[in-house]
């Protein structure tokens, strides 16, 4: 899956939003949380709202690139 979109904000304010695991829900209303270290070919819990109770989403982070 591949998605872009245009941020109006500094790399570094974006990059500080993004890997914030606990404040991920804060911008992101559909996975509000995440779990894992990020970095490539490693795993991570995302919890993906919906209903009451967000239920977790294995994934893999295959590329990782910093403050891109």
């Known amino acids: 899956v591949h998605n872009e979109i245009v941020i109006n904000a500094a790399p570094d304010e974006v990059w500080s939003a993004i890997t ?4 991920y829900g ?31 989403v294995q994934v893999t982070v295959e590329d990782f690139v910093p403050n891109q």
């Open 26 to 56: 804060d911008w992101n209303p559909i996975f509000v949380h995440y779990e894992g270290p990020l970095q490539p070919n490693s795993s991570l819990t995302l919890h993906l709202k919906m209903g009451e109770k967000p239920s977790p």
């Open 20 to 23: 914030d695991a606990e404040a």
